[in-house]
Structure formats: structure tokens, C-alpha cells
């Protein structure tokens, strides 16, 4: 069945008074949505791969998927009764919203993805994960006793034990493994002893963040069992009555901080802010162990001087709001275990690490910088980054801009997380450049969020693709200078309909056939994307351009769309034979 397209949109209710099973099996599709309000028992099964784009709600009854696009494509679902049950279907929908009633996930996986802020009251249930992506907020107040995993890829998933009808301790169920790729965890308590526990965390990727605060005269405790890192940064807010804890064993965490200011360490189990600083301004007196500090030198006085030898440090963080340069003697290496903090109190200043080279921590562990300055200040890295008995990889964090302008050679990945990285120059695969000499594997340069800047002049071409992941609000590539040509003759793979905008006055060209992107990419004003060839995978629509303040009109025989600006035509995507040549200018 079709709902009209007309406005308003239409719905179709489903029900019965009797206790028994039904199956709608033709396609809903249209302008309207879905109305589930039957009595205890009674089950509508919907089997067809529905296209409908209005909302699912859930009042009374059972409504059953009977494939993986029952509900539509993805929809906004309210349960403020019965229960919505994926029956094995992995189901993704664009938010969560409800009173009460239950999401039984027998044996599917519930994705949410989308922009929205909403509350759900009801359970989430039966044996499987819940995936929380896109830029919004999803909000559980309910007890949630799901068998699976929780993973936050995008967005914030916040558990309000401060709500009214939320239980003391556990609403997702503390057998529940933690997954974090590009996203923040809230647990908020009310006036007495809460608490949280998950089966171990996860980090992988993305810029990451826990908060746990503890209500008025009530505590907040957040069990995290084992924690494991292989990829991405993690930002602790401890509550101000209770812990976050964990099984490891005590030491810092590279990766991780404490209200971007501090390393995380653990301590006795519980993870607290790193304290035990060398505060050594003068990096000639830098040595191998040292987790240094500017904060507890001469007031306000920057790192300054020369490295001398070769000095492996376990941290270092930059606060002090003056220009630093530091300078690694010819020859020599430094190394620094984790990542650089930068931390927001620098405002508007700058600061140089040049000359000889500089790595991560030993056997190729990952190294980066979590700039979380808000200033016009840039971090910049002129030293050679190179490996370290291992790929060393790179990781860009935070808020503020690092510049990279070295031909650096390490060989593991280079992922933006957040803010700006900016490099000077691209090449083929194995070939040092600002972005290191890795494989032309997608999988080695990751955009997660932030915007990638391209300051080179004339032509920066490389044989590498890239990965879109959808891990913050936008992703963004910027090429300066009109007269540069950025071309990336690899796959570009996107995921979770990531979106990419291009900015800046030069030219992007993605020139592989074999693309793989479903997000949508858009660039700004009148600045030349340039040619885009990829593939669309099977059933998907035709990618959207969003040139500045261009209007689409709609799209002609499904395959092209074209954009006006003044009435003029101005730019067009073509999705013929599987291609995508466009011109945005």
C-alpha cells in the first residue's frame, strides 16, 4: 500500500481486540506512518521491505519485523505501550522515544542514527546490542536487561537514574560490554547511592567522552570492569561524589584524560587525574620517563630550548598561554607515550615541535595530539614523525587546529577525530608526506570528524583512498589555495552515512570508480569539488550535492539532480551506469 505524498501525512493503524497473529506482507510505502494499538496478544507482522517515511509508534499489542526494512526507512519509533520486536531483524531508526512498553530485541541489534533528542522509559530487552550513532542524544530512564553489547559510535547515550521510575542501580544491564567509537556516555544520578556496571569498555576510534555526576547528597559510581584501547581518545568528568572504576591495574593512560586537562590514571582501582608531573619548562632538562608539564614552572612560561639526546617521554602537556617552540637536536628522537595535551587554557597561543624526529610510545603503539584549545592559536608538528619499533600511527583529537609539515614516514594510520589537522603535502603509498608513508588503504586515513586542510599549492595527488565514519557532527575537507588540486586516486569508503563537505577555494577529486560513499556530500559557496567517480550500492537513492545555498529540484528519472542557485543551473550529480561525475563550482 502507498500513502498519499500529499501533506498531511497520512497513518495506518493496526490492532484487534483479539489475542492472535497477522501479517501484512505487501510494501508500505509514502508520506505516512505506522500506528500499532491492539490488545495484550494481539501481533501484526510487517514482512515487506516498507519505504514509508513517517513515524512508528508502538500504543498497545505486538508489532513483529518480518525484514530488516519492517519499519520503515529509517523512521522516528515511539513505544509508549507493547512492544516493538526486531525478531532477529537488525533494525536501524532515526530516533527513540516513549513512556513505557518494551523493545524486545530477540536476537537483532536496535541502531539508533539520528539528530534527535528524546527519552525512552520502556525496556530494551532480549538478546541483543543496542548501537547508538548520528549527532543526537537517546536518553534511558528504564530498567534495560538486554544480553548484548552497547555501542556508542556517535552522539550521546545518557542514563538518568534522576528521572522519576528509574531504578537505583543498573539500567542497562551490568553483563553489557561498552563499545566506544566516536561518542559520549552520561550517567546522572539522583539524591542517593547510584550506580552503573558494564562488562569491560572498549575504546576503538573517534573522540570519546564518559560523564558520571552524582546527584544533591547522592553519589554516582560507575563500574567499567576491564578497559581496552586500540584506537581513539577517551575524556573522563568524574563525579563529585563517587568513582569511576576499573579492573586494570594501576598506571596512566596514555589515551585517556580527566576533563581534557589531565591524563587519566588508575589508581587503587578508581580512575583519577595524573598529578605526579615533571614540571620542566627547559626541554634541554627532559628525560626518558618524565610525564611533563609547563604548569608548575616559571608562571606562564611556555616549553622553550632543545632536546638533547634521545628522550622517550611518558606524557607531555602544554598549558601556558605564550608561544613555545621546542627544538629536537639534530640526530635525535623524542618520543612521547600517547597523546599530547593541549590543554584549553593555552587560548590563543602557538606552539613548534621542529627539528630531528618524534614518535609515539614503544613497539608502535599510537601517538597523537588532543589539541582542546578554542583559540586561533596551532599546534604545529615540523619534526619527522617516524615509527617506533612498530607502525606507529597518528591520532588528532579536540577541538583546536595541529598543523603537520614534516615528510613524516610512519606507516601506521593518520585519524581526525575532531578540530583541524592540517598537512602540507600528500603522495603515493610508501612515500613519506604530512600524512605519513602508510598503504593506500582506505582504512589508513580516517575522518571521523573535524575538517582535514589541505595547504599545499599546485597539485597534491596521491594513489590512497579514505574513510568517512560517521563519529562527530560533520567531516569536512578544506583545500586553501585556489590554484590546488587535491586528488585522491584511492577508495573512498564511507560508513553509517557519513556526510562530507568540501570547502576552501581549491579543487577535490575523488577519481576511483570503485567508491563506496551513501553519505551525502556537499561543498560550500562556489568552490570547485571537481570530479567524483564511485559506485552506489544496490537500492540506494542518488546522492544529494548541496552547493552554498543551492535548492534541489527533484531529481529526473531517479538519476540526476540537479541544483539551482538564482534560477540558474548550476551544478548536477549524475548516477548513471553506477557513476558519479559532478562539478560544484
Known amino acids: 500500500m502507498a500513502f498519499n505524498a500529499a501533506a498531511p501525512a497520512d497513518s495506518l493503524t493496526l490492532g484487534g481486540s483479539f489475542a492472535g497473529n497477522n ?77 513505557g512498553g518494551s523493545v524486545a530485541l530477540n536476537g537483532g541489534d536496535l541502531t539508533v542514527n539520528g539528530a534527535a533528542s528524546t527519552t525512552y522509559g520502556g525496556s530494551i ?10 549527532t543526537g542524544t537517546l536518553t534511558l530512564i528504564g530498567q534495560n536487561n538486554y544480553t548484548g553489547a552497547t555501542t556508542i559510535n556517535g552522539g550521546t547515550l545518557g542514563l538518568n537514574f534522576a528521572a522519576a521510575g528509574a531504578p ?19 550517567v546522572t544520578g539522583a539524591g542517593v547511592a547510584n550506580s552503573q556496571t558494564f562488562n569491560g569498555l572498549n575504546v576503538t576510534a573517534g573522540n570519546n ?53 589531565d ?64 627544538t629536537i637536536g639534530g640526530g635525535n628522537t623524542l618520543g612521547v607515550g600517547g597523546t599530547i595535551i593541549v590543554a584549553s ?8 615541535i621542529t627539528g630531528g624526529t618524534l614518535t609515539g610510545g614503544a613497539g608502535g603503539s599510537p601517538f597523537g595530539v588532543l589539541h582542546n584549545g578554542t583559540g586561533t592559536g596551532t599546534f604545529t608538528i615540523a619534526s619527522t614523525i617516524v615509527n617506533n619499533g612498530g607502525a606507529t600511527s597518528f591520532i588528532k583529537g579536540g577541538t583546536g587546529k595541529v598543523a603537520l609539515t614534516g615528510a613524516n614516514t610512519y606507516t ?68 586553501n589555495n585556489s590554484s590546488a588540486n587535491l586528488s585522491f586516486g584511492g577508495v573512498v569508503v564511507g560508513s553509517d552515512d557519513a556526510s562530507l563537505i568540501k570547502s576552501g577555494a581549491g579543487t577535490l577529486t575523488l577519481a576511483n570508480a570503485a567508491n563506496i560513499f551513501t553519505g551525502r556530500h556537499d561543498c560550500v559557496g562556489r568552490h570547485p569539488l571537481g570530479q567524483y567517480a564511485g559506485k552506489r550500492r544496490r537500492g540506494e537513492r542518488p ?31 549524475h548516477a548513471g551506469n553506477g557513476q558519479w561525475p559532478d562539478r560544484c563550482q
Open 125 to 134: 530487552t532480549g538478546n541483543g546490542s543496542l548501537v547508538k550513532r548520528g
Open 412 to 479: 601506521g594510520g593518520t585519524t581526525l577525530s575532531g578540530g583541524t589537522l592540517a598537512i602540507a603535502s600528500v603522495a603515493n603509498a610508501g612515500v613519506a608526506s604530512s600524512i605519513g608513508a602508510s598503504t593506500a588503504d582506505s582504512a589508513n586515513l580516517v575522518i571521523e570528524s573535524g575538517t582535514l586542510e589541505y595547504t599545499g599549492i599546485g597539485a597534491g595527488t596521491t594513489d590512497r583512498g579514505f574513510t568517512l565514519t560517521n563519529g562527530g557532527p560533520s567531516r569536512t575537507i578544506q583545500v
Open 168 to 186: 537505583a542501580n543498573n539500567i542497562l544491564s551490568g553483563t553489557s560490554t561498552l563499545n566506544m567509537a566516536g561518542g559520549t556516555l552520561t
Open 23 to 99: 501479517t501484512l506482507s505487501g510494501v508500505i510505502s509514502g508520506n505516512g506512518g505506522v500506528i500499532m494499538n491492539g490488545a495484550a496478544g494481539n501481533v501484526w507482522l510487517l514482512s515487506g521491505a516498507n519505504t514509508y517515511n513517517g513515524a512508528t509508534t508502538v500504543m498497545g499489542g505486538t508489532l513483529q519485523a518480518g525484514s530488516d526494512q519492517a519499519f520503515g526507512a529509517p523512521n522516528a519509533v515511539t513505544v509508549n505501550g507493547g512492544t516493538l520486536d526486531l525478531n532477529t531483524y537488525d533494525i536501524t531508526i532515526t530516533s527513540l522515544a516513549g513512556t
Open 209 to 261: 567522552r564518559i560523564t558520571a555526576t552524582s546527584g544533591a547528597g547522592g553519589s554516582m559510581t560507575l563500574n567499567l570492569g576491564a578497559l581496552t584501547h586500540s584506537g581513539g581518545l577517551m575524556d573522563f568528568t568524574l563525579p563529585a561524589s563517587g568513582a569511576i572504576t576499573t579492573t586494570n591495574g594501576d598506571g596512566a593512560l596514555g589515551w585517556a584524560t580527566v576533563n581534557g586537562m
Open 543 to 573: 546522492r544529494r550535492v548541496d552547493c552554498g545555498f543551492h535548492e534541489p529540484r527533484a531529481p529526473e528519472h531517479g538519476r540526476t539532480a540537479i541544483y539551482r542557485r538564482n534560477g540558474q543551473h548550476r551544478s548536477r550529480l
Open 345 to 352: 587554557s593555552v587560548g590563543n597561543a602557538s606552539q613548534t
Open 263 to 326: 591524563y587519566a590514571q588508575v589508581l587503587a582501582g578508581t580512575i583519577t587525574a595524573f598529578t605526579s608531573y615533571a614540571n620542566k619548562d627547559d626541554a634541554s632538562t627532559w628525560l626518558t620517563g618524565d610525564v611533563v608539564s609547563d604548569a608548575g614552572g616559571a608562571a606562564n612560561t611556555a616549553f622553550f630550548n632543545t632536546v638533547t639526546g634521545n628522550v622517550q617521554l611518558g606524557g607531555l602537556k602544554y598549558t601556558a598561554a605564550t608561544n613555545s617552540t621546542v
